[in-house]
C-alpha cells in the first residue's frame, strides 16, 4: 500500500467539523455498553487506524492546492522540492501499536512487555536494518513500539514481525488489530496519550506517570535516540500543560477508580457497606484500589501481597481504613473469605483458574450470591475459565468502558481544548525536528574539508621529507586543522537553529539548501544508505 509521509490534520477534525454518519461507515461495531467517551472522540479516526489504513493528507502538495511555487515558503520549497537529495534523507518517527480501542484483552497481554524488558526491547529493535531509534510503552490499555525507521515500508515490516516473533501471534492476525501512524500524526498521537485524551478515562492522570518512566527508563539505553528522547520529553511537556491549563482532569478517574465503581455497581445497594473486599498486589495500582475503597466508605480490606512493606507504607498513608496484610501464600483462602477480589500484580501468569475457584466456600446472599473477580492487570491475573463457574462474576480492563461511558458532552467540551494546546506543542516539536534537518549537512561539510585537509596535509608532509620531527608533524596539522575549522565557523554558525523561530528556522534551512549546492553535497552518498549500509555489514558479521 503506498502510503504519503507528510500528514498534519489533527484526528479530531471530522468529530469537531463534520457530523455525516458515513464518517465512521468502516469502524468496528460494539455494543452499547462498551461505547466510552473515547468511542466518540476517535469516531473517525478508527475508521483510518484500525486495521493499519492512514490517513494521508490532501492538502500537502503544491499539486493539490494549486499554489505555484512562487507562494511557498523557502521552508516548504525545500520540503517539495524533487531535486533536494536531503529530502529522500530523512527519516520517520512511526508509531505501531495495540490499545483498549482496537484490541481485547487476551491479544494485548501476548504482547505486553514489563518494564524490566524495555532496554532489551529498544536494543532488538534497534539492530533491525530499518530501525535507527526505539522506544516501548506498555500499559494495561495499550503496547505501543515509537521507533525512527530509516525507511518507513521496510521499517514497519522488520518491527510487526518482531512483535510477531516475541508475542507468537502472527503477522496477519496483529495487522487486523493494530493501529500505524506516521510521523506528524505518530507525535500527535503520543502527546494526545500524554495528556489523557486516549484513555479509557478521559485524562487519567496514571499515564502521563508512565510516559515520564519510558524516559526514566531510556536515559543512557543505546538506541533511545535524539529524536524518540525529545519526542516523548516533549509528550511530557503537553501533558502537564494540558493538565493545567484545562479542567479536563477535574473529575477524571484512574483504572483503579473506575474498577472500584464497577464493583459498586455490580453488588447490591444493600452490600455497599458489609460486602468484603480483598485486594491482591500493593503496587501503584493496588494502592489506588485501596484508597478508593476507603472513599467509598469502605472500612476494611485484605491486601494479599509477597512482602509486607508496601503494605504497611500504604497503611501509614491512608489512615481511614483498616488495611490487613496476608502473605501470597494465603490468596486462595483469602478469596475464599472475600466478596470482591481486586487483582492488580505484574504476574505474566493467572493467579486464578477454574480449578483454583470452584471450591470456594460460597459468598454472602446479600452481595447477591457471586464473588465478583476485578482484573486490572495485563497480563490478566484471572484466566478467563473462572467465568464459567456459576459463583464467579469476572470482569477485566475491557469491562471498565461501561463505567466511563457517562458524561460524554462534558468529555468532549475537555478533549476540544485540549486538542487546542496539543496543535500549538505539535508545531513547536515539528519546527524543532526540522531544525534538526541540518545535521546531515553539517557533517557532510566537515567530511568534505576533512578530506581536503587530510590530502594537501599529505602532500607538504610529503615535500618536507621523512626527517621532520613529530614536533613539526604535529605543528603542521594543528595548523592544517585550526585553517579548516575557522573557516567552517561561519558556515555552521547559519546552520544550527533550535527551531524556536519559524524565520530562522527558514533562514537556516536556506542556508543548508545553498550550502548542499555549492560545495556538491548532495552528490554525497545519502545518510540513510550509509546507515542502512552499517547496520546489515553489521548483522552480517
Not at 51 to 57: L, N
Amino acid at each position: 500500500m503506498a502510503v504519503s509521509t507528510t500528514f498534519s490534520a489533527p484526528k479530531f477534525d471530522s468529530l469537531f467539523l463534520k457530523s455525516s454518519p458515513s464518517s465512521s461507515s468502516s469502524s468496528r461495531s460494539s455494543s452499547p455498553s462498551t461505547q466510552s467517551h473515547f468511542s466518540l472522540l476517535t469516531k473517525s479516526r478508527t475508521t483510518f487506524i484500525q486495521k493499519g489504513i492512514i490517513r494521508c493528507d490532501a492538502q500537502n502538495s503544491v499539486q493539490n492546492n494549486g499554489s505555484s511555487s512562487s507562494s511557498l515558503s523557502p521552508l516548504e520549497l525545500l520540503k517539495t522540492s524533487s531535486a533536494d537529495r536531503y529530502t529522500k534523507e530523512r527519516s520517520s518517527i512511526v508509531v505501531i501499536g495495540l490499545s483498549v480501542h482496537t484490541a481485547p484483552v487476551e491479544m494485548r497481554e501476548k504482547l505486553a512487555i514489563p518494564e524490566a524488558e524495555w532496554p532489551r526491547a529498544i536494543a532488538e529493535l534497534c539492530s533491525l536494518n530499518h530501525i535507527e531509534e526505539a522506544a516501548v510503552l506498555s500499559t494495561c490499555n495499550r503496547m505501543e513500539i515509537y521507533v525512527v525507521a530509516l525507511s518507513q515500508h521496510r521499517g514497519v515490516k522488520e518491527v510487526m514481525e518482531w512483535m510477531s516473533k516475541t508475542s507468537s501471534v502472527p503477522v496477519s492476525e496483529l495487522c487486523e488489530h493494530r493501529f500505524l501512524l506516521y510521523n506528524k500524526d505518530a507525535t500527535q498521537h503520543i502527546f494526545q496519550v500524554s495528556a489523557g485524551l486516549e484513555s479509557l478515562v478521559l485524562g487519567e492522570g496514571q499515564i502521563l506517570a508512565q510516559v515520564k518512566q519510558v524516559v526514566k527508563v531510556g536515559q543512557g539505553v543505546n538506541g533511545f535516540g535524539r529524536n524518540i528522547s525529545g519526542l516523548f520529553k516533549h509528550a511530557i511537556t503537553v501533558g502537564k500543560r494540558v493538565r493545567a491549563e484545562t479542567n479536563i482532569a477535574a473529575g477524571a478517574v484512574s483504572v483503579s477508580s473506575a474498577a472500584v465503581e464497577l464493583a459498586y455497581m455490580k453488588l447490591p445497594g444493600a452490600s455497599h457497606g458489609s460486602a468484603r473486599m480483598l485486594v491482591i498486589g500493593a503496587g501503584k495500582m493496588g494502592k489506588l484500589v485501596i484508597k478508593h475503597l476507603a472513599s467509598k466508605g469502605c472500612s476494611r480490606v485484605v491486601v494479599v501481597n509477597r512482602t509486607e512493606e508496601r503494605v504497611a507504607a500504604i497503611r501509614e498513608d491512608l489512615k481511614d481504613i483498616e488495611i490487613i496484610y496476608k502473605p501470597l501464600s494465603e490468596m486462595l483462602s483469602c478469596a475464599g473469605e472475600a466478596d470482591v477480589v481486586f487483582t492488580s500484580t505484574a504476574s505474566e501468569t493467572p493467579l486464578f483458574v477454574k480449578d483454583d475457584v470452584k471450591d470456594l466456600p460460597p459468598t454472602n446472599q446479600n452481595v447477591g450470591g457471586h464473588r465478583l473477580f476485578i482484573d486490572i492487570s495485563v497480563p490478566r491475573n484471572v484466566g478467563s475459565c473462572v467465568s464459567e463457574i456459576e459463583s464467579a462474576r469476572v470482569y477485566n480492563v475491557d469491562d471498565l468502558k461501561e463505567v466511563v461511558a457517562a458524561n460524554k458532552e462534558d468529555r468532549l467540551r475537555k478533549a476540544r481544548e485540549a486538542q487546542v494546546i496539543i496543535n500549538e506543542e505539535l508545531n513547536q516539536f515539528e519546527a524543532w525536528r526540522d531544525s534538526l534537518e541540518t545535521v546531515p549537512t553539517i557533517k557532510k561539510l566537515r567530511a568534505y574539508a576533512e578530506r581536503i585537509r587530510a590530502a594537501e596535509l599529505e602532500k607538504c608532509l610529503g615535500k618536507m621529507g621523512d626527517d621532520i620531527s613529530k614536533k613539526t608533524r604535529k605543528a603542521v596539522d594543528d595548523l592544517s586543522r585550526g585553517i579548516v575549522n575557522r573557516m567552517l565557523h561561519g558556515p555552521m554558525q547559519h546552520l544550527r537553529c533550535d527551531g524556536s523561530d519559524d524565520r530562522t528556522l527558514t533562514e537556516t534551512l536556506e542556508n543548508m539548501h545553498a550550502l548542499n549546492r555549492m560545495f556538491s553535497l548532495e552528490t554525497e552518498i545519502s545518510v540513510l544508505e550509509q546507515k542502512v549500509r552499517a547496520k546489515v555489514e553489521q548483522n552480517q558479521k
